[in-house]
C-alpha cells in the first residue's frame, strides 16, 4: 500500500494547497516554495513574492538560501571522495591538515572527520567572520577557528557545530586541488543536475531569487546584507536553490535517483544506467543516515521525541517510517528538508522570512498525519520541586553578544527570557516552560518558539553547568572561563 493509498493524488494535492495557503495567511511570510513528493508524483506549490519591496511571483525555479542543509551536501562530497579513496572519516583531521590548530592541543590531534560532521568536536560552534571573497576564506576562517574555546570536551555534551564544517570543507579543497564550491559543484550538484543550486551572488543574481525578511515588532522588513560570509560556505551561509534543484536532491537521497535515469523512465518507462559514472550512482547511501550517536530532543520530531544523528542528518525512527532531515536558517531566509527513504514520501520547504520554521513545522506536522500515519503522542507534565527550579535560575551566556539567557522562577513556573537576535530586533522573548521529566522541558507560550525542547545538563557533582537550548548548549554564568554560542542557526 502506498503512503497515498487514503486520497488520490488530485485529492492530496488540493489538500496540501488549502493548508498551505490557510498557514501563510496566519504567519504572514511574503514568499514560499514548497514540495510534496510521494510515491504516486510530486506535488509544487508556489505563493507570495520573491521581495516586498521588488516583487516578482515565486516559481519552481525560484532560488532561495538553503542554509544548513547545505551541511548535507558538504557530508555527501566528503563521501565521494570516501568513495574515490582519498578520504578516511575515521582517520584524524591531522592526515589531512598537517598545522590544524585548536586551543586545545588533545582535541586538535585526536579530532576526526566523522566528528566535524556529526558535531561532536566541543569547540566553539558558530564563528561568522568576515575573511573576505578570496579562495583562501576557508584557510583564514580556520584560523580564528585555532583561537576559538573549547566548550565542552571533544564528543562531550552533543552541540550544534558549524566550524566543523568550515574544517571538512578545507579538507575538500586541500584533496580536490579546488575551492570549496568547484569541488562540490563538480563532485555533487552537476552529476545530479542541480544547475539552478550556486554559492555566488553575481550567479546568482541573473536568476529570480528571493530577498530575506526579519518580523520585526510583527512587521517583515527587508534584511541588508543579503548573504552570510563566504567562509562559512561549507555550513551552508551561501549556497541557494531552487524548489527543482531540491527535488533532484531529495529523489536522490530517497532512491539513488540520477538525472539520465529519470530521463531513460520518462522514455519508455524501464530504468536505466546513467550515462556518466559518478561514485553517487552507487553510493551506500543509508550509511549517511546511520545513527552515530543520540543528541537530545530531536529537532525534527513531535514534541518531547529524542533524536539522533547520523553523518549530518538528523533522525527520527518510528515504526512506520525512518525521517532525515535538515533545515537552515541564514539572513532572513528560513528552510525545512526531510525524506523517508522507506517510504519514498518527502517535504521541502523554503521561505524568504525569519519566521518560516513555524510555518514549515506546522505543515510538516499535517504531512506526517496524512501520508505517514505520525502523530505526536500526549506527553504528561512532570511535577519539579521548588527546590528543583532554583537549580536551573540563573544567567546563561551567548558569546559575542552582551545580553544572556535567563532563566527565573515566577509563582512556582519557570521562564526563559530568550534574546531576540534576528538582525534589526532588540529585547527579549518570554519562554515559559513545562516540564515533561526530570532537567527536560518544552517552551509553551513562546511564540514562534512552541514545543521547542530545553534541557538543562549538570556535572559530576549534580550541578547545572548548561541549558541546551534546541541543538545547542549555553553555559551558566558563574561557570569559569564560561565559553557560549550564539543563537544564530543555519
Known amino acids: 500500500m502506498t503512503a497515498t493509498a487514503t486520497k488520490s493524488s488530485t485529492e492530496l494535492a488540493a489538500a496540501f494547497e488549502q493548508e498551505a495557503r490557510r498557514l501563510l495567511e496566519e504567519y504572514k511570510i511574503p514568499g514560499v516554495t514548497l514540495g510534496l513528493l510521494t510515491p504516486d508524483g510530486d506535488h509544487f506549490?508556489?505563493?507570495?513574492?520573491?521581495?516586498?519591496?521588488?516583487?516578482?511571483?515565486?516559481?519552481?525555479?525560484?532560488?532561495?538560501?538553503?542554509?544548513?542543509?547545505?551541511?548535507?551536501?558538504?557530508?555527501?562530497?566528503?563521501?565521494?571522495l570516501v568513495a574515490?579513496?582519498?578520504?578516511?572519516?575515521?582517520?584524524p583531521v591531522r592526515t589531512y591538515l598537517p598545522d590544524f590548530k585548536l586551543m586545545d592541543e588533545s582535541v586538535a590531534a585526536a579530532l576526526t572527520v566523522?566528528?566535524?560532521?556529526?558535531?561532536?568536536?566541543?569547540?566553539?560552534?558558530?564563528i561568522f567572520e568576515e575573511t573576505g571573497n578570496g579562495d583562501d576564506s576557508l584557510a583564514k576562517v580556520l584560523d580564528i577557528l585555532a583561537?576559538?574555546?573549547?566548550?565542552?570536551?571533544?564528543?562531550?555534551?552533543?552541540?550544534?557545530?558549524?566550524?566543523?564544517?568550515?574544517?571538512?570543507?578545507?579538507?575538500?579543497?586541500?584533496?580536490?586541488?579546488?575551492?570549496?564550491e568547484a569541488a562540490v559543484t563538480d563532485l555533487v550538484l552537476e552529476p545530479l543536475g542541480m544547475d539552478h543550486t550556486l554559492y555566488f551572488p553575481n550567479q546568482v543574481m541573473t536568476y529570480r531569487f528571493t530577498t530575506g525578511h526579519n518580523k520585526i515588532e510583527g512587521e517583515?522588513?527587508?534584511?541588508?546584507?543579503?548573504?552570510?560570509?563566504?567562509?562559512?560556505?561549507?555550513?551552508?551561509?551561501?549556497?541557494?536553490?531552487?524548489?527543482?534543484?531540491?527535488?533532484?536532491?531529495?529523489?536522490?537521497?530517497?532512491?539513488?535517483?540520477?538525472?539520465?535515469?529519470?530521463k531513460a523512465e520518462a522514455q519508455d518507462g524501464d530504468s536505466a544506467q546513467p550515462a556518466e559514472a559518478s561514485p553517487l550512482t552507487t553510493l551506500d547511501r543509508s550509511q549517511l543516515w546511520k545513527p552515530q550517536r543520540p543528541i537530545?530532543?530531536?529537532?525534527?520530531?513531535?514534541?518531547?521525541?529524542?533524536?539522533?544523528?547520523?553523518?549530518?542528518?538528523?533522525?527520527?525512527?518510528?515504526?512506520?517510517?525512518?525521517?532525515?532531515?535538515?533545515?537552515?536558517t541564514t539572513y532572513g531566509h528560513q528552510s525545512d528538508f526531510w525524506v523517508s527513504p522507506?517510504?519514498?514520501?518527502?517535504?521541502?520547504?523554503?521561505?524568504?522570512?525569519?519566521?518560516?520554521h513555524a510555518y514549515n513545522r506546522k505543515l510538516s506536522k499535517w504531512i506526517?498525519?496524512?501520508?505517514?500515519?505520525?502523530?505526536?503522542?500526549?506527553?504528561?507534565?512532570?511535577?519539579?520541586?521548588?527546590?528543583?527550579?532554583?537549580?536551573?535560575?540563573?544567567?546563561?551566556?551567548?558569546?559575542?553578544?552582551?545580553?544572556?539567557?535567563?532563566?527565573?522562577?515566577?509563582?512556582?513556573?519557570?521562564?526563559?527570557?530568550?534574546?531576540?537576535?534576528?538582525?534589526?530586533?532588540?529585547?527579549?522573548?518570554?519562554?515559559?516552560?513545562?516540564?515533561?521529566?526530570?532537567?527536560?522541558?518544552?517552551?509553551?507560550?513562546?511564540?514562534?518558539?512552541?514545543?521547542?525542547?530545553?534541557?538543562?545538563?549538570?556535572?559530576?557533582?549534580?550541578?547545572?553547568?548548561?541549558v541546551r537550548l534546541g541543538v545547542r548548549l549555553y553555559p551558566l554564568e558563574d561557570l569559569e572561563a564560561a565559553p557560549a554560542l550564539p543563537l544564530t542557526e543555519l
Open 220 to 262: 517583515m522588513v527587508i534584511q541588508r546584507p543579503w548573504i552570510l560570509p563566504r567562509s562559512s560556505a561549507p555550513a551552508g551561509g551561501t549556497l541557494n536553490s531552487s524548489m527543482r534543484d531540491m527535488t533532484r536532491y531529495a529523489h536522490y537521497m530517497m532512491s539513488g535517483t540520477m538525472p539520465e535515469t529519470l
Open 342 to 356: 522507506d517510504r519514498k514520501v518527502g517535504f521541502i520547504a523554503m521561505t524568504n522570512a525569519s519566521n518560516g
Open 114 to 126: 566523522r566528528d566535524v560532521l556529526t558535531h561532536q568536536g566541543g569547540f566553539k560552534g558558530d
Open 368 to 466: 506526517k498525519r496524512e501520508l505517514l500515519n505520525l502523530t505526536a503522542t500526549e506527553v504528561p507534565d512532570h511535577p519539579v520541586s521548588p527546590e528543583t527550579l532554583s537549580e536551573y535560575e540563573g544567567e546563561y551566556l551567548i558569546l559575542g553578544l552582551t545580553r544572556k539567557i535567563g532563566s527565573h522562577v515566577e509563582d512556582g513556573r519557570l521562564t526563559l527570557s530568550i534574546p531576540d537576535t534576528t538582525p534589526g530586533a532588540t529585547g527579549s522573548k518570554p519562554a515559559p516552560l513545562r516540564f515533561i521529566a526530570p532537567d527536560r522541558a518544552l517552551i509553551t507560550d513562546g511564540g514562534d518558539l512552541n514545543d521547542m525542547g530545553v534541557e538543562f545538563l549538570r556535572d559530576g557533582n549534580g550541578k547545572v553547568d548548561f
Open 84 to 91: 574515490q579513496g582519498k578520504l578516511d572519516l575515521d582517520v
Open 45 to 80: 506549490v508556489n505563493m507570495g513574492v520573491t521581495s516586498l519591496e521588488n516583487p516578482l511571483p515565486i516559481d519552481d525555479d525560484t532560488i532561495f538560501q538553503i542554509g544548513s542543509t547545505t551541511k548535507t551536501i558538504t557530508s555527501l562530497t566528503c563521501s565521494v
Open 296 to 328: 537530545g530532543d530531536a529537532l525534527n520530531g513531535f514534541p518531547g521525541e529524542r533524536g539522533q544523528i547520523g553523518q549530518s542528518w538528523f533522525i527520527d525512527e518510528y515504526p512506520q517510517a525512518t525521517i532525515i532531515s535538515h533545515g537552515g
Open 147 to 180: 583561537e576559538s574555546p573549547q566548550v565542552v570536551p571533544l564528543r562531550g555534551h552533543w552541540s550544534y557545530n558549524n566550524a566543523g564544517f568550515y574544517v571538512a570543507g578545507r579538507i575538500i579543497e586541500l584533496l580536490t586541488g579546488k575551492s570549496y
